[in-house]
């Protein structure tokens, strides 16, 4: 019994040690949330980038509206501080917030058949789970938009959207949380803005005019391994890698698609 009893306090105390150095050595940007970074995947792959990354404060909103707003996708250092966002979306608080409360999930495919509503915290569960190279777009269910502003809005209001709008558009969120691997394919629609909180995600973007060669029932991940390596030169995508404090900017109209390399948090400001 008391041998029992020394063990129980031992591992606590070693959990404890553990807590405080975790504390320690994490920052607010690399700390991950409590997200698990593990896919079962190798994707260490950011692939190069070929989108413009400037720092905000060497871009002013007029030099956006004029270089970017109408033209081509750029990528912002330190437009938005989304430091408290953030904070509020670690892994422990939303599943203590939001742990009981539905999410509606879509396919991930082109045209998002499917909606199927889950307790928040069943799809926390479920999506920590690596899916198999060959799933089908079609049976991937995807945390991201259709999100219920009432029940989420104290999260929301803390939200501070990139600051460089489009003129006579507002803004609407789409707020999502995806397992490495995931992605969607290939689509397009208006203007607007994607930030990750937490994890990377990768960009692959095309104009209105050049569309991309891709099965709208396949995963991205199945398009970046199998139809992306044999793309020729002049069929390249535009493309990057974007982390927390970055804000990808995708003009009207664009082709694109997204590939989380981390399990990622993320919201998008769609400029309507
Ligand atoms: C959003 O949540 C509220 C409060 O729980 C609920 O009454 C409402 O039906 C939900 N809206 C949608 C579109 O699910
Ligand atoms: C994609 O999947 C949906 C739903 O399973 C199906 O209805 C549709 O026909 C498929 N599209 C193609 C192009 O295979």
Same mark, same amino acid.
């Given at each position: 019994m008391e041998y029992r009893f020394a063990l129980t306090i031992c591992v606590q105390l070693m959990l404890l040690w553990r807590a405080q150095k975790a504390a320690k050595s994490s920052t607010a940007v690399d700390d991950?949330?409590?997200? &698990? !970074?593990? &896919?079962?995947?190798? !994707?260490?792959?950011e692939g190069p980038c070929s989108i413009d990354v400037l720092d905000s404060s060497s871009l002013s909103h007029r030099q956006f509206l004029e270089?970017?707003? +109408? =033209?081509k996708p750029v990528i912002l250092r330190g !437009? =938005?501080? #989304?430091t408290k966002f953030r904070l509020l979306c670690s892994k422990s608080n939303l599943l203590e917030v939001y742990g009981n409360q539905r999410v509606r999930l879509s396919t991930a #495919? =082109? +045209? &998002? +058949?499917r909606k199927v509503d889950v307790p928040f915290q069943e799809y926390v569960d479920l999506l920590l789970r690596p899916q198999p190279l060959d799933t089908l777009g079609s049976d991937t269910l995807y945390f991201f938009g259709d999100n219920n502003f009432t029940e989420w809005h104290t999260l929301f209001d803390q939200y501070r959207a990139p600051s460089y709008v489009l003129p006579r558009t507002t803004g609407a969120y789409s707020f999502g949380i995806a397992g490495p691997g995931t992605g969607v394919p290939f689509h397009w629609h208006g203007p607007g803005y994607s930030e990750v909180i937490y994890g990377r995600k990768r960009w692959f973007l095309y104009p209105p005019d050049q569309d991309p060669?891709?099965?709208? #029932?396949?995963t991205t991940l199945s398009w970046v391994t199998e139809i992306y390596p044999n793309l020729m030169e002049e069929e390249a995508p535009l493309e990057c890698t974007i982390r927390p404090g970055e804000v990808l900017y995708f003009p009207d109209r664009w082709w694109h698609a997204t590939l989380n390399l981390d399990t990622s948090v993320f919201i998008s400001t769609f400029l309507g």
């Open positions: 991950g949330g409590g997200w &698990s !970074l593990y &896919s079962g995947y190798n !994707l260490d792959d270089q970017y707003a +109408y =033209t !437009l =938005t501080d #989304n #495919n =082109t +045209y &998002s +058949y060669h891709f099965h709208p #029932n396949r």
